[in-house]
């Protein structure tokens, strides 16, 4: 038993998906709505495949907490350049999400999903489509309701933006004591230690988590499957293709462009030079674990070393481009499903939820799936939709991954181009 369980484990977790998909869909055609296994339906099977959702969305909140705190602790970075990455990261990040806004509102794709969300529905019980937000006459009234009013707060709502402005405060502050104090065995340095140390706890429970994942997929799939049929994944197909579509517009076109005309590499050596990282990251499902290829792909083009250095190393945990535009297009996909008409000001609201979070969730394993529910809360869904609607998506989600992290790891490279053009052009001014 135990060395099933061991080759079980070794399985990437995509190809357990994959096997979960179409276990789940066998289940349901056969079986539909009748029961099995001593009495055992469908049904049954989709209320377990929720429980692993319910499980994330609590243990997401803490853990982008104390990962922010942990590495606003321990990361160093100069003043001067931490400027520089930081406006390179914000000026990329923007154009993200300007194209994926720009892309959602003109095709809307989520209409073709609107009365297929009744049937995913059906899976949790007593659930409407009815509207948990009504828009407030001035966009700032929107804004301010996410400062949090007590410490517990964004906690308890799951307030991702609330979160990230305490976990920022906390932390800074936690910076400048333990940078004065230097001391080892102090109060502040038990706490220092008491962090990295509940963070490591943290991602552990993770990994645990992320385990029972493929069952989720199985029970959720099984059930929608047994209720409505094949057709159902019939509608996943333009999901994905609306995802990997505004992942390509920006990696493809924007990154290229702004290397050749900003940065002074044209597409041939970008591209061309790049294309060991961009690959070993789609291959691994992780832009963190091909730092050393894109180092080298770094020296290949002729960037300096403290450039690609700082890019790759530091700045690969703000450089989450794929992530935050994934989550602010899915988050409006599905209110496009539901029959949302969302002001601006909540698209901008979403948005920004998926920067912070995305920022916030750097070196974390599988922050896509962590960080989704938390933006699904922020763009005002209800809970119903998205305990359902997220193992449904798990099941083309794995292909969405590697590509956000081919596109993390293209914008490793662009922002280490930038930040040698200008130490060069400040160079040869001086």
């Not at 940078?179 to 065995?185: A, I, L, M, Q, W």
């Not at 690959?279 to 070393?305: D, F, G, K, W």
Request: proline residues 5%; neutral net charge.
């Amino acid at each position: 038993m135990m060395q099933v369980s061991s080759r079980w484990i070794s399985v990437p977790l995509y190809a357990q998906v994959l096997i979960a998909v179409i276990g789940g869909a066998t289940l349901g055609a056969l079986f539909g709505r009748e029961p099995y296994l001593g009495g055992l339906r469908n049904e049954q099977l989709g209320q377990l495949g929720l429980w692993v959702v319910w499980v994330l969305k609590a243990l997401a909140v803490p853990l982008i907490f104390v990962a922010i705190l942990d590495s606003l602790i321990r990361t160093a970075l100069p003043l001067r350049q931490g400027v520089k990455l930081l406006t390179i990261c914000l000026i990329n990040v923007s154009v993200a999400m300007m194209i994926g806004l720009a892309m959602m509102n003109i095709w809307q794709p989520g209409t073709s999903w609107q009365g297929h969300v009744e049937d995913l529905l059906h899976v949790v019980p007593d659930t409407s489509l009815k509207t948990p937000f009504t828009p407030s006459e001035h966009p700032l009234e929107d804004l301010l309701a996410y400062i949090p009013r007590t410490i517990a707060d964004p906690f308890s709502s799951h307030n991702i933006i609330g979160v990230v402005l305490l976990a920022l405060v906390i932390g800074l502050t936690l910076r400048w004591a333990h940078n004065r104090t230097r001391h080892t065995d102090g109060l502040i340095a038990h706490l220092v230690n008491g962090i990295q140390w509940t963070y490591g706890w943290l991602v552990t429970m993770l990994w645990w988590v992320i385990l029972t994942v493929p069952f989720a997929v199985f029970g959720v799939v099984a059930h929608v499957v047994g209720k409505s049929g094949l057709g159902v994944f019939s509608v996943l197909w333009l999901f994905l293709a609306a995802m990997l579509l505004g992942l390509a517009l920006h990696a493809l076109l924007y990154y290229p462009l702004v290397a050749w005309l900003v940065g002074k590499k044209s597409p041939k050596v970008y591209i061309g030079q790049g294309a060991d990282a961009i690959m070993t990251a789609v291959s691994c499902n992780s832009s963190l674990a091909t730092v050393p290829i894109t180092l080298r792909c770094l020296e290949r083009m002729q960037v300096s070393p403290q450039s690609a250095r700082l890019a790759a190393c530091v700045g690969t945990n703000l450089n989450n481009d794929g992530i935050t535009l994934y989550e602010a297009m899915a988050a409006l996909f599905l209110a496009q499903a539901l029959g949302y008409d969302l002001p601006m000001a909540k698209q901008v609201l979403i948005v920004l939820a998926s920067i912070i979070a995305g920022a916030g969730v750097a070196g974390i394993p599988e922050a896509g799936m962590i960080v989704l529910p938390l933006v699904l809360s922020a763009a005002g869904l209800p809970d119903q939709v998205i305990l359902t609607a997220i193992p449904l998506i798990m099941t083309v989600d794995w292909i969405i991954a590697r590509a956000r992290s081919g596109v993390n790891v293209m914008s490793d490279m662009l922002v280490a181009i930038l930040l040698d053009r200008g130490t060069a052009a400040t160079s040869t001014k001086t």
